[in-house]
């Protein structure tokens, strides 16, 4: 069973930034592939960014490419996504979630946080 608790979110202006954090209790974090998913009101939770437990393989969302950076440090058992040149369109709940392989597929993620409101204003 792992817990996965965000933190980060809040209020920011079109063209602003954030860093959010998730941070796992589960003692085998190391071994998981990460990834940042959202949703937002009345639409249905889309991939955002994946990263696997080495680092090497890293996928993003056509819509956050170039703006978004995911990146994990093991030893913290922490996964991080920097939000850059922030878009009204951007506004959603944010959550992070751990799984098995290296996926787009929310099928393919057993854990999920609580997730945490990012709101872009213009």
């Known amino acids: 069973q792992a817990h996965l608790v965000e933190s980060g979110g809040g209020l920011v202006q079109t063209g602003g930034s954030l860093r959010l954090s998730c941070a796992a209790s589960e003692r085998t974090f190391t071994r998981y592939n990460m990834g940042w998913f959202r949703q937002a009101p009345g639409k249905e939770r889309e991939f955002v960014a994946h990263m696997d437990w080495s680092g090497t393989s890293i996928d993003y969302a056509d819509s956050v490419k170039g703006r978004f950076t995911i990146s994990r440090d093991n030893a913290k058992s922490t996964v991080y996504l920097e939000m850059n040149s922030l878009k009204p369109e951007d506004t959603a709940v944010y959550y992070c979630?751990?799984?098995?392989?290296?996926?787009?597929?929310?099928?393919?993620?057993?854990?999920w946080g609580q997730g945490t409101q990012v709101t872009v204003s213009s």
């Open positions: 979630a751990a799984a098995s392989v290296r996926s787009r597929s929310q099928a393919h993620y057993a854990y």
